[in-house]
């Protein structure tokens, strides 16, 4: 990877993982749909008014492209994860179906885009998926959720899967990738105000700690998390994004030990080491196709 790229993808790691440790801060006030109804009703006004600034029209298919990844790869994969672990479902078991993601993006980007994988892309992945498992073995406590809870994360995973793809096979659209986000940030606040208020869940609480951890997990997980997300898709490709997300659990785990004090385990620390080899692997086996993505040009 770029040096720059390199910046990029240790960026997403962090912020992506800290959404989850702002989820966990802001659901002990309000419930988690409230939460994401909250966080995205945040982002709607600045997204609405950079949008009215940039007085660009845009084709009704470059919108319509990114109205859709909001759908999949924000609305449909944050209210699959939130949802699951709501009705019980293990944090670890998430992050367990979640980390199938590189695999299925990667037979995806195959089967739809045509990219080409290499069997030690392949081989990598298969040791960051051993390193996951470690690392959520280290954690997992069982859990009480209904037998079809699980299909929810496992649906999150499959929409964000699918945003990627989409998103990718889209092409350059004449969206920048601030307009982008804007524009996926307004259809996901659309989403869950819709949503919620007929639920009774749009109302937030009054208490300063809801409002704090709201905020931070919209700025650093909300704004930060899928803007280096689809920057590292944009300039390394769909498949390094998702095997970056084998580092996320891990990630999270040391999120949790800086905030609430929750030191890792020794397996947490090997399981860690693995996965990082295995995503060190699995990059540095990309095709060349994928690996020498073009320099994005300047937004203007």
């Not at 995806?108 to 470690?134: D, I, K």
């Not at 996926?184 to 208490?207: E, I």
């Not at 390094?240 to 397996?267: H, N, R, V």
């Not at 947490?268 to 073009?294: K, Q």
């Amino acid at each position: 990877m770029r040096p720059r790229d390199r910046i990029w993808a240790a960026a997403f790691v962090a912020l992506w993982s800290s959404g989850f440790i702002g989820a966990e801060l802001a659901t002990r006030y309000a419930p988690a749909l409230t939460v994401l109804n909250w966080r995205f009703l945040l982002l709607a006004g600045p997204a609405l008014a950079w949008l009215a600034t940039r007085r660009r029209r845009w084709s009704a298919r470059d919108v319509g492209v990114h109205v859709v990844v909001g759908l999949l790869g924000q609305a449909g994969y944050l209210y699959g994860v939130v949802a699951a672990s709501g009705l019980g479902v293990d944090p670890g078991t998430s992050a367990l179906i979640a980390a199938l993601q590189p695999v299925v993006t990667a037979a995806a980007a195959f089967a739809v885009l045509g990219e080409p994988v290499r069997a030690g892309q392949l081989g990598g992945m298969a040791v960051g998926f051993a390193g996951v498992a470690l690392v959520v073995s280290a954690d997992f406590s069982g859990g009480g959720a209904p037998l079809w809870a699980y299909a929810l994360p496992l649906g999150a995973m499959l929409s964000l899967v699918a945003a990627t793809v989409f998103e990718r096979r889209g092409g350059r659209t004449s969206l920048g990738p601030v307009d982008a986000l804007a524009v996926q940030f307004l259809t996901t606040a659309v989403v869950f105000a819709g949503v919620s208020a007929p639920l009774g869940a749009f109302a937030p609480p009054a208490s300063a700690g809801f409002w704090g951890a709201v905020a931070g997990v919209t700025v650093l997980a909300g704004i930060g998390g899928y803007g280096a997300y689809w920057t590292v898709v944009r300039r390394s490709g769909p498949t390094t994004a998702a095997t970056l997300l084998y580092l996320t659990p891990g990630t999270t785990m040391l999120w949790a030990w800086a905030m609430f004090g929750t030191a890792p385990t020794l397996l947490t620390w090997v399981g860690l080491a693995v996965t990082l080899a295995g995503v060190v692997l699995s990059i540095r086996a990309r095709p060349r196709r994928e690996a020498e993505v073009p320099e994005p040009a300047p937004v203007r």
